[in-house]
């Protein structure tokens, strides 16, 4: 979705006017996704619905979504600064929905992990025998909604901070990536009745924004010493100038620029020896070293799922265990 997000508008010269266009697109693919589930999966309850017809009729609600907003969302697009600033501002509102779907998927998908086993327990105990399919009546539902808001209340703050934060930055059109992709996931993981963590889901989702940042930062550091590398000997404002219309250029004539900027570095170094000075490959070294993702903070989640996992089943072996031998 970020990468998509930038290739389309934010690479653009004329980026307001791109996110006029692709901004009611997204919202169009995040209301299908969402419309899809909720005829599988909510009306499916009542009536039978076949994955053909929802995905159809998703598509349905989408079309009519996008055509009553892409004219105001242009409008107001156009009001905006030409700017990353002035696109970041566009997608407040479809942040604060793809939450808000992020949200139920999580309570569709977290509390149904949750109250699994509880509904087991109390099916083998009303009936005295072990049975391959488990009742869950409604309290039991209502229980495991209210421990998911309890916990949440009591101890999100700090895994909110920790996602939010502290492993990298992140502005509207990278939450909404983020919120979009463990959205569809957890969503596609629940139709296929998969047991996947929506937090593990999510901190992976923030994972892959902050690696393809940083893909293209170094990317951008390697297409600078380019520059840099084609323009030796020139002044300083000279070199400036030309960045500066790089990085302002479409993506085809920023493949241009470089092509060219390439044809002249070879040509220096086939007549003068190396192509970049000693001050610049340092210079190369460190942009390409730069962290934008925690490594630390990454290594921490990392190393919380292998240890608590492999701990959470053998603490529960040893439980079972112990009360069966009381039972015995």
Wanted: aromatic share 8%; hydrophobic share 55%; glycine share 8%.
């Amino acid at each position: 979705f970020l990468y998509l997000i930038k290739r389309s508008v934010t690479y653009r010269s004329e980026k307001t006017d791109a996110a006029g266009r692709v901004v009611p697109v997204l919202i169009a693919l995040m209301v299908w996704a969402y419309t899809t589930y909720m005829l599988l999966k909510g009306l499916g309850q009542i009536v039978k619905v076949g994955f053909p017809v929802a995905l159809l009729a998703g598509a349905g609600v989408a079309v009519v979504v996008w055509w009553f907003i892409h004219k105001p969302l242009g409008r107001l697009a156009l009001r905006q600064d030409n700017s990353k600033q002035g696109v970041n501002r566009l997608f407040t509102w479809p942040l604060i929905c793809s939450a808000a779907l992020l949200s139920f998927a999580h309570g569709a998908n977290d509390v149904a992990n949750a109250i699994g086993p509880l509904a087991a327990i109390y099916e083998a105990v009303k009936s005295g025998a072990i049975a391959s399919r488990a009742a869950t009546p409604l309290w039991i539902m209502v229980l495991g909604a209210l421990g998911l808001a309890i916990g949440l209340a009591l101890y999100g703050s700090k895994l909110i901070r920790t996602v939010g934060k502290e492993i990298t930055e992140l502005d509207n059109m990278r939450a909404y990536s983020i919120a979009m992709a463990a959205t569809l996931t957890v969503i596609v993981a629940s139709q296929l009745g998969m047991p996947v963590s929506t937090t593990h889901v999510t901190i992976g989702a923030v994972f892959g924004v902050g690696f393809l940042r940083e893909l293209l930062k170094v990317n951008y550091a390697k297409m600078e010493a380019v520059v840099f590398a084609g323009h030796q000997g020139a002044d300083r404002a000279e070199v400036e100038t030309y960045l500066h219309r790089f990085e302002a250029a479409e993506v085809q004539e920023k493949k241009q620029m470089l092509a060219d900027m390439k044809r002249r570095a070879k040509l220096r170094e086939t007549a003068e020896g190396a192509v970049f000075a000693k001050k610049e490959q340092k210079a190369l070294k460190k942009a390409i070293k730069k962290e934008i993702v925690k490594r630390s903070v990454v290594m921490r989640i990392v190393a919380a799922w292998i240890i608590t996992v492999p701990a959470t089943a053998v603490l529960a072996a040893i439980l079972f265990h112990i009360v069966s031998a009381i039972l015995s």
